[in-house]
């Protein structure tokens, strides 16, 4: 094995964002060691990550987050340098039907990894990094006006939520505690490549595709502020290498959404590109049962990552959400593997009863 000048573990690198990052880390730091840790659930996919699997300085395992007898013998195969940790249960909808799962993952999955961690790190701690990526959600839900900043008090209000903001008290509860050098960072909704057909706007891309109804929740005033996944990941890289230890600090796009209007771009953007006739996709549009608990409105501060860091969101929404379209239009391969099996009994579940 070459002599890399760091070995740093990224959990959950086969899902949407771990994959992302992973690749960026992969390419941008061949001096790195990367190590992926993934469970390979049904959001964990290795064709993710097809073009950069052989890579020298890439490895992966597969492992459970909360298996403690797996990441202690994980942490005595590598000497770890910092972790990057995305392992989670991620999606709302499916917190709202099985709530233990995200607590066993996110909650003592994350407590499991921290304990793990600062337990092999003992002797040399202060030169360790822990990096924990968490959400918006833990700040709640905002009216029409206002946005989360790093000080505003945490609020969720999903059984998601409630796991991330879990597992972000705990990771600071190690910071507190037992001096584990921390950081974390809280996002804002991804959009992209590779991210898996229950979220929103992939989700409607692959109905619009098949001509199939457009679940809209409520009346689809909800708000979101959406960032590229590939910014989302330059950030988790300007953080890792240039954020200060004990501090948390929001990712945003400065772009603000209503779920409808985001589903009128997407069917107008996408009729011209399978040359149906303009107003085609909009008539699949169908308001549905509302989500419980449902969020009015995020909108994310990201002042601080901005003036401390100098890191800025690098695409225009429409300019990101035409290459997400593409991506998926010309990986109609991928999108069929992902959505045979498991996928279509969870929307069965999610959708026939709406
Ligand atoms: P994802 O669901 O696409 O991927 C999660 C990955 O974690 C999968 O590869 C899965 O196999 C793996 N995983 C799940 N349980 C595991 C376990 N017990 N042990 C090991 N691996 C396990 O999620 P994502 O959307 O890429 O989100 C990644 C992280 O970023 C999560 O922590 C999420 O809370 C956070 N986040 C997501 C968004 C977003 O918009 N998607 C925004 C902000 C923060
Ligand atoms: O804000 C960050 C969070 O964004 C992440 O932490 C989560 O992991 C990620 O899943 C995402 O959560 P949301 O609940 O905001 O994303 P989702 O894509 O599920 O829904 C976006 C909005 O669209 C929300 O208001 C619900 C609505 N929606 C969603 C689906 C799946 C619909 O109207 N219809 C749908 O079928």
Known sequence: MPEYSKTILITGGAGFIGSHVVRLFVTKYPQYHIVNLDALTYAGNLANLKDIEASPNYSFERGDITDE?????????????????????????????DPLAFVRTNVLGTANLLQTASTAWK?????????????????????????????????????????????????MAWYHTYGLPVILSNCSNNYGSNHFPEKLIPLMINNIINSKPLPVYG???????????????????????????????????????KNIDIVYLLCGMM????????????ELITFVKDRAGHDLRYAIDATRLNKELGWTPSL???????????????????????????????????????
Do not use: C
């Open 69 to 97: 007898a797996r990441m202690t013998a994980l942490f005595a195969q590598y000497t770890f340098d910092g972790v990057i940790h995305l392992a989670a249960e991620s999606h709302v909808d499916r917190s709202i039907m």
């Open 123 to 171: 002797n040399n701690l202060q030169e360790k990094l822990f990096y924990h990526v968490s959400t918006d959600e833990v700040y709640g839900s905002l009216g029409d006006t206002g946005f989360f900043t790093e000080e505003t008090p945490y609020d969720p209000r999903s059984p998601y939520s409630a796991s991330k903001a879990s597992s972000d008290h705990f990771v």
């Open 219 to 257: 009346k689809g005033a909800n708000v979101r502020d959406w960032l590229y996944v590939e910014d989302h990941a330059r950030a988790i890289d300007t953080i890792f290498h240039k954020g200060k230890t004990g501090e948390k600090y929001n990712i945003g796009g400065f772009n603000e959404w």
């Open 271 to 282: 009729d011209k590109k399978l040359g149906r006739p303009a107003g085609t996709s909009a």
């Open 316 to 354: 225009q929404f429409e300019e990101g959400l035409e290459k997400t379209v593409d991506w998926y239009l010309s990986h109609q391969d991928w999108v069929r593997e992902v959505t045979s099996g498991d996928y279509q009994n969870y929307y069965k579940e999610q959708y026939s009863k709406r």
